[in-house]
C-alpha cells in the first residue's frame, strides 16, 4: 500500500520493506567497494612491506599539510551529509537540501585540491610512466609507490565524482519537495555512500602521506 | 499426461488447465518491450539468447584446438595462434557462459517465482545487469576479432603486462566491465532472498536452488571486485608501462597470482554451486522423494562458498610461493571437499529407495552427480602437493576442471534448460530426442576427457600445440569424443527451438514436481502471483497431488 | 503510516561531537607522525584510523540502528579483506624460512 507523496515500487509489498532492501542493498554494494579497494590495499601492503624506505622517501615528495587540510574537508562533507540526512528524517526540506548543496561543495573543494597535487606532480616528473624522474636511490620502487598513490587516490576520486553526481540528483529532487518524513531513504543511502567514500580516505591519508616523517 | 499430445492450436488458444492466454512471453510485443523490459522472466530469456552465442563461440575454439591436437605436429595452426585459441577457449567459456550461465537465466527467471515474489528487488539493475554482460562481451568480441588474446585465460605477468603483443587491454576491459553484472545479479540475489520470502517460507523451507544461488551470490559480491581491481592493474600496468606486477620494475608477479586466484578460485564455485542446486531440485523430482538431508545440503552450500575463499594458493604450488603457505592451502584445499561430499551423500541417499523415473532431466542429473564425483576426487590429486608438483601444468588438470565445469557445471546447465523448458516456453520437446542427445553428451564427454587424465599423467603439458607421439592415440580418442560432445550439444539447439513452434503444450507442472514456480501457469503471467502464496509446508513435499493454477 | 519512518535519528549535538572527535583524531595521527615511534608507527596510525572509521560507521552510517544483518554484511566485508591481505601476506612473510632456493 502506497502513501500519498511517495511511490512503492511493485515489486514490493510496502513501504517498510522497500526501505530495507534499499537500505541492505546499499550496504551490500559497499562490502564490493571494500573488497575492489581491499585488492589496493593488498598491494600496497606487500609492496610498502618489501621496500620500507623507498616508500619513505617517496611519500615525503607528497604535501602532508595539504592532505590533512584535504582530510579536514572530507570530514566535513561527512558531517554535512550527515546533517543531510537528519534533515531528511525530520522533513526538513530546506536542510536537506542546505546540507547535499554543502556536501558537494566540500567535495568539489576536495577534487579541486586533488587536481592541483596531481598537476604539482605531473611538474615534478613523478608520474610513474615512461617520464618519470626520481632523485634518489630506489627509483623503481617509489615509482611503485607512486603507482599506488595515483591507482588508489584516482580511484577514491572517481567514486567522489559518481557522489557528487548522485548527491547533485538528490538535491535535485529534495529541491522539488519528493521527500518526507515518510519517504526519505534515498537520501539515506547517498550518504551510506558518501560517508564510505570518506572511510576510504581516512586510511588512505596516514598511509599514504604520513610514511617516514620523523 | 495431456503433454504427450502434438501441438495442433497455438498458445493464445490453449484452454487447458495451467495454459494462460496472457503470459510473459505474449504480454507486449516488439522489440522494445524486450529491451527495456524489467521482467525478471524476460531478462532471464535476454541472457539464455546472450550466453548461448558466446558458448557457441567458445565451441567454435575448442573445436580448433581439438583438430590441431589430432596430429602431434603443429600442422592445423601455429604455435601463436594457438595459444590465442585457448586462451580465448577459456575466457569465453569462463567468463562469459559458465559464470552466468545458470543464474543468469535460471537463477533470474525463478527465484521470484520460487520465494513466491512478483519480481527481484531491483528489476532495473536487473536489466542493467545484461547490458553490462553485453557490453563487457562486445569488448572482448573486438580484441577477438581484431587479433585475439594468447596469454591464457590467466593473464599470467609480467607476460600479459609487458611481452604479449595481443590485445591484452581491450580483453582486459571487456572482463572488467562483465564483472560488474555478475556483482549486479548476486547483490539483486541476496536483497531478494533476504527481503522478499513470501509468508511462511523460512529459510529452512526455501528450496535448495534457492540457498545454492544465495551461496554463489556471496560469492559473487565478496570475489568478483577482486578480479576487477586487479584486471584494472593489469590494464594501467600494460597501458602506462607502471611496474606493480613487473619484476623488471621492481614488482611482484606473485602477487598478480594471488590476487587473481583469490577470485578465481571461489570462481569455480560460483560456476558448481548453482548446478548443485538445479541437481537437488531435479533428483528429488525424478525419485519422488523429499531430499535426504535437507539441512546439510542447505548448510553446505554455505560452507563451500566460505571455505572457497581459503584455498586460492593450490593454483601457485610450483610458484615461488612460500612452503608454509602452500601447507596451509593444501589441507584446506582438502577440507574444502567435505561439503561437496555431502552433497553427493545426500543426493545418493535420496535416491536409494525412491521411485526413480529417467527423463531427460534426471539423465543429466544422474550424469552431473557420477562426473562431477570424478572431477571432485582428482581434485584432492591435485590437492596433494607432492603430486600436484608432478601434474601441474599437464592435461591432469585440464581433465579435472573439464570433469567439474563440463561433466558437472554444463550438465546441470542442460538438466535445468530441460527441467523447466516447459514452465518457461509452454512448451515440451521430444523426449527420445533428448534422452538420445543426454546419452551423446555423456558418452562423447567421457571419451574426451577420460585420455586426459591419462595424458596428464604421463606428462602431457597443457598449453603446448605439439606433443611426443606416443600420446597421439590419446588425443585421437579425446577429439573423436568431442565430436560426439558437439552433435549431443547440437541436438538440443534443434528439439528445442522446434519446440517453440511444434511442441506440445505444456500444463502447469508436466513433472508433477514441488516447488511454487509449478503453482503458476506455463509460461508465468508477468506479474507471476494473482496473489501472494502463503507458505505452509516444508520443501520438496512429495509425491506432489495434481497441483492448482494459482 | 509512521512505521514506514527509520523511528531512529541521530541528535544534532552527537554528529557535531563525532565531527570534532575526527577532527582531533586527524591532528592526533598527523601529530603522532612526526614522533619517531619505530615499528609502532604503523600500528598507532592504522588504530587512530579504525577509530576514524568506526565513528563515521558506527554513528554518521547509523549502523548502531541497524539490524543484526546490516552488522553482519558489514563484518563481513572487513573480514573478507583482511582474509585477503594477511592469506597473501602470510605467504610473503614466511618466504624464505625454508632455506631452500625458490621457497
Not at chain 1, 67 to 85: E, K, R
Request: hydrophobic share 55%; charged share 10%.
Amino acid at each position: 500500500m502506497s502513501s500519498p507523496g511517495h511511490n512503492v515500487a511493485h515489486q514490493f509489498d510496502d513501504a517498510v520493506q522497500q526501505r530495507d532492501a534499499s537500505t541492505l542493498g546499499m550496504w551490500v554494494f559497499l562490502v564490493t567497494e571494500v573488497m575492489m579497494f581491499g585488492g589496493l590495499f593488498a598491494t600496497y601492503v606487500l609492496y610498502r612491506s618489501a621496500y620500507p624506505e623507498a616508500f619513505a622517501a617517496a611519500s615525503h615528495h607528497l604535501n602532508a599539510q595539504l592532505g590533512a587540510m584535504n582530510t579536514l574537508v572530507l570530514l566535513g562533507s561527512s558531517l554535512t551529509m550527515a546533517l543531510a540526512v537528519r534533515s531528511a528524517q525530520h522533513g526538513a526540506r530546506f536542510g536537506t537540501v542546505a546540507g547535499l548543496l554543502s556536501t558537494i561543495a566540500l567535495g568539489s573543494v576536495f577534487l579541486g585540491v586533488k587536481a592541483y597535487e596531481y598537476a604539482h606532480k605531473f611538474e615534478e616528473k613523478l608520474v610513474p610512466g615512461p617520464y618519470f624522474v626520481f632523485d634518489g636511490p630506489e627509483g623503481t620502487h617509489a615509482e611503485l609507490f607512486f603507482s599506488l598513490y595515483f591507482a588508489m587516490t584516482g580511484l577514491h576520486a572517481l567514486h567522489m565524482v559518481i557522489g557528487v553526481g548522485v548527491l547533485g540528483t538528490l538535491a535535485v529532487m529534495a529541491a522539488r519537495g519528493r521527500f518526507s518524513v515518510a519517504y526519505h531513504n534515498p537520501i539515506e543511502i547517498g550518504g551510506l555512500y558518501w560517508h564510505f567514500v570518506d572511510i576510504v580516505w581516512i586510511y588512505l591519508f596516514p598511509l599514504l602521506y604520513l610514511l617516514g616523517r620523523h | 499426461m495431456d503433454d504427450a499430445r502434438p501441438a495442433q492450436r497455438k498458445l493464445v488458444n490453449a484452454m487447458e488447465p495451467g495454459a494462460s492466454r496472457t503470459n510473459y512471453l505474449n504480454a507486449d510485443y516488439g522489440l522494445k518491450s524486450w529491451l527495456l523490459t524489467r521482467d525478471h522472466k524476460r531478462i532471464a530469456i535476454l541472457y539464455l539468447i546472450s550466453i548461448t552465442l558466446m558458448f557457441l563461440l567458445g565451441s567454435f575454439f575448442a573445436v580448433l584446438i581439438r583438430l590441431e591436437l589430432l596430429t602431434p605436429h603443429g600442422d592445423l595452426v601455429q604455435g601463436d595462434t594457438y595459444n590465442k585459441l585457448f586462451t580465448m577457449h577459456g575466457i569465453v567459456m569462463v567468463f562469459f557462459f559458465l559464470v552466468p550461465s545458470i543464474p543468469a537465466v535460471f537463477g533470474n527467471f525463478l527465484l521470484p517465482l520460487m520465494i513466491g515474489a512478483r519480481d527481484l528487488a531491483f528489476p532495473r539493475l536487473n536489466l542493467l545487469s545484461w547490458y553490462v554482460y553485453v557490453v563487457g562481451a562486445a569488448f572482448t568480441l573486438w580484441a577477438v576479432i581484431t587479433g585475439g588474446v594468447d596469454t591464457g585465460w590467466t593473464f599470467y605477468t609480467p607476460y600479459s603486462t609487458t611481452a604479449s603483443h595481443t590485445n591484452v587491454l581491450t580483453t582486459a576491459i571487456g572482463i572488467f566491465i562483465t564483472g560488474f553484472s555478475s556483482i549486479l545479479t548476486g547483490l539483486n540475489f541476496i536483497v531478494t532472498i533476504h527481503q522478499m520470502r513470501a509468508p511462511g517460507l523460512t529459510w529452512f523451507r526455501l528450496p535448495l536452488f534457492v540457498w545454492a544461488h544465495y551461496a554463489t551470490s556471496l560469492i559473487m559480491i565478496l570475489g568478483t571486485p577482486v578480479i576487477a581491481i586487479t584486471i584494472f592493474l593489469v590494464g594501467i600496468e600494460r597501458a602506462f608501462q607502471l611496474g606493480i606486477f613487473d619484476p623488471a620494475l621492481g614488482g611482484d608477479p606473485i602477487l598478480f597470482q594471488h590476487l587473481f586466484w583469490f577470485y578465481s578460485h571461489p570462481a569455480v564455485y560460483i560456476m558448481i554451486l548453482p548446478s548443485m542446486g538445479v541437481v537437488s531440485e531435479i533428483i528429488t523430482c525424478f525419485a519422488r522423494k523429499r531430499i535426504f538431508g535437507y539441512e546439510f545440503i542447505a548448510v553446505s552450500s554455505l560452507a563451500i562458498a566460505l571455505f572457497g575463499f581459503l584455498v586460492w594458493g593450490h593454483h601457485m604450488f610450483t610458484s615461488t610461493q612460500s612452503v608454509y603457505a602452500a601447507l596451509i592451502f593444501s589441507v584446506l584445499s582438502f577440507a574444502v571437499a567435505i561439503p561437496s561430499a555431502v552433497k553427493v551423500f545426500n543426493w545418493t541417499a535420496t535416491l536409494y529407495r525412491g521411485s526413480i523415473s529417467f527423463e531427460a532431466p534426471m539423465l543429466f542429473a544422474l550424469g552431473f552427480i557420477g562426473l562431477f564425483t570424478i572431477g571432485g576426487l582428482t581434485g584432492l590429486f591435485l590437492a596433494a602437493l607432492g603430486l600436484d608438483v608432478h601434474v601441474h601444468d599437464t592435461y591432469f588438470v585440464v581433465a579435472h576442471f573439464h570433469y567439474i565445469m563440463v561433466g558437472g557445471a554444463l550438465m546441470g546447465y542442460l538438466g535445468a534448460v530441460h527441467f523447466w523448458w516447459p514452465k518457461m516456453t509452454g512448451r515440451m520437446y521430444s523426449e527420445w530426442a533428448a534422452r538420445v542427445s543426454a546419452v551423446l553428451v555423456f558418452v562423447g564427454f567421457n571419451l574426451t576427457f577420460f585420455p586426459q587424465f591419462v595424458l596428464g599423467y604421463l606428462g602431457m603439458p597443457r598449453r603446448y600445440h605439439v606433443y611426443p607421439d606416443e600420446f597421439q592415440v590419446l588425443n585421437v580418442m579425446s577429439t573423436t569424443g568431442a565430436s560426439i560432445l558437439g552433435v549431443g550439444y547440437l541436438v538440443p539447439l534443434c528439439y528445442l527451438i522446434w519446440s517453440l513452434w511444434r511442441g506440445p503444450i505444456a500444463s502447469a507442472n508436466p513433472w508433477r514436481a514441488a516447488g511454487l514456480e509449478w503453482k503458476v501457469a506455463s509460461p508465468p503471467p508477468t506479474e507471476n502471483f494473482a496473489q501472494t502464496p502463503i507458505v505452509t509446508e516444508e520443501a520438496y513435499s512429495y509425491p506432489v497431488r495434481e497441483a492448482e493454477v494459482v | 503510516m509512521s512505521h514506514a519512518v527509520n523511528p531512529h535519528s541521530t541528535p544534532l549535538a552527537t554528529l557535531i561531537m563525532v565531527f570534532l572527535a575526527l577532527v582531533a583524531l586527524t591532528g592526533l595521527t598527523v601529530g603522532v607522525a612526526y614522533i619517531d615511534l619505530g615499528a609502532w608507527s604503523t600500528p598507532v596510525a592504522l588504530l587512530i584510523a579504525t577509530v576514524k572509521a568506526l565513528l563515521v560507521v558506527v554513528i554518521f552510517m547509523e549502523l548502531r540502528f541497524g539490524q543484526p544483518l546490516t552488522w553482519l554484511a558489514a563484518v563481513t566485508g572487513v573480514l573478507f579483506m583482511a582474509l585477503l591481505i594477511g592469506l597473501t601476506m602470510a605467504d610473503v612473510i614466511s618466504r624464505g624460512w625454508l632455506g631452500v632456493p625458490g621457497r
